[in-house]
């Protein structure tokens, strides 16, 4: 039973029909083609903005292509201790920009807090110039910003003289947990640019970079070419976002998938370490009981970062009930 | 009618299947699945060869990855004058490999001779090391190197410590057109890295880096990561390539092509400015005949580079016999 | 009076002595000249040690070329948190390097710990490689490592298949303390690679990159001429660096800056951050006390890093006694 | 006797005496010295424009610095297929910019003409923005623009929306022979940037970056910093620099270097291969007498890139007229 990671989750029918939908004739090649000339406006009408979409089929490059054109080599980018762009992307978003430095901030949760960023804007090396901030919505612990604090810290980095990025790789569960409007959490409180994920929530691979201000393009569709992220047969990436977007797919798979973290919660709640709030737990369990349940035929990841106990658990939007029941008794006679 | 590229055409039915087929449950991610892990096997008995083959989604990324592994930053990469790695990827060569240069190579018909070879290596910069030659098979001018003259150059770069790649972007044209056995113009001939692509050929995003000798693999894996391309769920990819190169879809599709290249071939002899090889025309039509066939329905490509009154025609894999039955049509009427 | 750094001293008579007398007639340019070709042999000397030395004409091209040339792209750098190479130098490793990074270490008055660069190996991205600590001896706190603190930390280093960096632009005061033979704080304690300094210790404009290991030099010499930095009339480095290291200069230079710190720290002794242990001073002066030295004339740093109320004080080789004499009494005044 | 290359003369008594003179006492550090702080105005006045002029200490660090200030990795630099910047920097201008292209332009003597530039910005990659022309005064080949040939090069590429640089290595020999005002071959005739030597004609090691426009300076600040080309105690560059403007010591010593080689010029008439502008010859010798005049100990280049019985000699500053006495009579026996 795979809880290891929503990327072990294969892609869901709505996506897949649109697809084979999108395999009929011909199609203008390298973006050209009519799914993705659709995408600023059904993001557009998603967020409720005038904005700017460009499909891509990873996160990494996501982040990375949208932290490059928005931070010059001599800059920092100041992301949470813990986040994606900081520990799991073998330096892409140092490649991408040409050696752009990222500061770590601490914060519980996977949180950064207006007090931490301050901090760490004034620790800062005088000799680079901030450019970024990063966040992560759903976080990668598991958790949730309000909308109030991405305002505050997007204010703060405004008011510093940074942009803000956020890697939406989990934003649908992020939404579905909140229940507030796309905008909301995003350009609303003041997002810049936005990483949105859908591979992880049921796409079989798409991404795609948003941004909010039109003026913050500047040379993203260079830097996509040259980092070999424009496919020549786009419209299957723009199709599945169209998919993703337009329909109830984002919501209900995401919902979906909360919910069996949140039933997985109430069984487990003496060993969590952060607050369940979207479609990933985090379990101080300790060797023995981490052997039991792979013993049992659990796929989960050891999350050595927070402690050699520490376990991380994601639901994905198509995890049986029976994986849920059974991980679910199985934590509760440990 | 489609004749821009061979990009445009859509998928074929056996390249969907697959990818419906992988879609079954969970499955490990990050190139840890069952279909990426069969890749070695397969590629290795098409070429006859102990080998190491990496999904990756793009052409760009295949070329850009497997010369930057092979050349550092203070070394030189040559190539034809026309490559794609030279004039179409937005200086991707460049970007990955940390500044390499790319040393351009003239040559009839798309091909480097060994003479054109041995010069741009004798009229190199001297403070830049020579470490690369890049081969494009079937030509960007829809030529094939025959074995003798792919074995010739490798011998050349050999000798003076280059190692060879290969842009097999259109490999599977080249082998239905030569009739030989896939590693006759690869590893047996000197290549030592191949990007071999399948997109272009009826796969909807699937390409492969192919290291014929495992000790070049060095930090391939590191830069695909740093790069963006390993993607999440690479089941998706790697089953599209076991099944373009386990069956005989890779053959028919590029037989089908290049026979209706073939056929346009005939009505437009006095146009050819190269000889047809592949599934790719050029022709030296003039400004008026191109409006002409523009003003019928035919879209293509201006090919500037050869003059202001070229044109490049490509047949897809499923281009309608009806699109070449008009334009062998319109050909002939001009 | 000028305490604001040593790089606001001249240069001694020795080394301008040397320029001049290097001033004669022709000699081959590019590191071909007869003062360039002792290098190795006078630095071999002078360490006890078969190495290979190279002139640059900065501290930051010293470093960030031995970095880079150790470090790949995809490595990760372990520094202090207040190091040189972290925060003054623009980026210069992660630009020289391609994008590696540094990862900062804690550690009490400028010292890292075996125990602190245990914890960052441990809690480093799992996703980048760790290839290099990086040490500075004097310390950024004018403090001094311990030849016992060194081979540890190289020790540890080693054993985690790193290589050790040492930013020696103020080694020369080092040694002056220690008292101890060059190479025991060097290759004899396990250094790979070292940044020698000299420009802050007397001479015009000259540093030396020092490889301890021959086998380590790899690229060096392409990436030096690459970034800018092999003088094309190199004798007039090298014969700095030959008149500095043949001669007592730079122990005379060192100890008599030392000896001026010493004495102003018995007259400071409450205001101490970091004990006296080379040329520099840090003292908890508080606002009104700066602004009190400064009115007297005194030119120092504030040392934000530490604090709003921290200065720094550096006294140079050739710091007038009267200056010192009236920064004493200035301090006792307070 | 050496004419290998102006790089194997000494410092002119002038340069030394200003580093003496500027060895006096403390100065402020990084650039914010007296000497610094004088070289806009002193430039100022010499170019008759207001401009911002930088110090740096090697032509491969004016050249690189500047282009890369100017152009984004994604972009082409076009140079002539001989200049310093293409064939003898190891790929300097590729690794400050991050990548961006050098594009070789041909060119009788050494010189681009409108034609050939044309040309060259028609046929080079679409895929990448053309953002500079970077041109030699005098030429690698001892040549020298006219006026209105720079101004028409300038005037093309500013048409087709590039920026000039200018690589100023022998802009003294150059103006030396023109005998026109500084400004007339520079920022009237359109040159935006110029790498200003002073090393080659007399100076210890001292360049100078000049932008003509303020708003190109952009990040130059930065960038040097990060390349390790910011200079501690800077004083003793700009103070070379100072002497070497201010008074006539580069007008003497480049008309000295100039009449040396027109001297030879006559002797060597029937072997020349580009007419004598400046202080190089280019002499198609063949092996036979190269080997004759080498083992008469005269030291010079052997210049492949020509054909191998090229070889060039370059006249000093102070090249001891008993050497040109002697190879002018070598040349005439031959």
């Known amino acids: 039973m795979f809880f290891y990671s929503d990327n072990t989750a294969s ?6 029909a649109a697809i ?10 390298y973006g050209e083609d009519a799914w993705s000339a659709r995408l600023n406006e059904v993001f557009g009408t998603f967020f409720g903005a005038d904005l700017r979409a460009f499909p891509v089929i990873t996160g990494t490059a996501a982040n ?18 813990q986040a994606h762009v900081f520990r799991d992307e073998s330096g892409a978003p140092e490649f991408f920009s040409g050696g752009a430095r990222l500061v770590p901030v601490p914060g519980e949760h996977g949180r950064i807090t207006v007090k931490a960023l ?9 000799s680079l110039q901030p450019a970024l901030l990063s966040i992560t919505q759903g976080t990668e612990f598991g958790t949730v910003y309000r909308p109030a604090e991405i305002q505050a810290l997007c204010a703060l980095a405004h008011e ?7 890697d939406g790789a989990r934003l649908a569960n992020a939404l579905a947990f909140l229940g507030c409007h796309p905008g909301d959490v995003t350009w609303r409180a003041g997002v810049d640019v936005l990483s ?15 941004f909010f201000d039109r003026n913050l393009v500047l040379d993203f569709d260079l830097r996509r070419i040259r980092g070999g992220h424009l496919l020549s047969k786009s419209r299957y990436v723009s199709a599945q976002l169209l998919a993703y977007v337009e329909s109830s797919v984002w919501r209900r798979n995401a919902q979906r998938a909360n919910a069996g973290a949140a039933r997985l919660a109430e069984r487990a709640a003496e060993y969590l370490s952060h607050p369940v709030e979207s479609n990933q737990l985090f379990l101080r369990l300790g060797a023995t009981r ?45």
Chains 1, 2, 3, 4 share one sequence.
């Open 11 to 16: 892609a869901c029918p709505e996506i897949l």
């Open 20 to 29: 084979a939908a999108a395999n009929e004739g011909f199609a203008r090649s």
């Open 64 to 81: 990375a292509l949208s932290l490059a054109t928005l931070a010059s080599p001599y800059t920092m980018i100041f992301a949470h201790e």
């Open 118 to 126: 301050d901090m760490a804007l004034r620790m800062s090396a005088a």
């Open 160 to 166: 510093r003289g940074l942009e803000v990025h956020m």
């Open 196 to 210: 949105f994920g859908a591979t992880k929530n049921g796409a079989l691979a798409a991404e795609a970079v948003v």
């Open 290 to 334: 981490k052997q039991a349940l792979r013993d049992a035929g659990f796929e989960f990841c050891d999350w050595e970062a927070s402690g050699p106990g520490e376990a991380r658990f994601v639901v994905s939007w198509n995890q049986p009930e029976s994986d849920i029941d059974a991980l679910g008794a199985a934590l509760s006679a440990l």
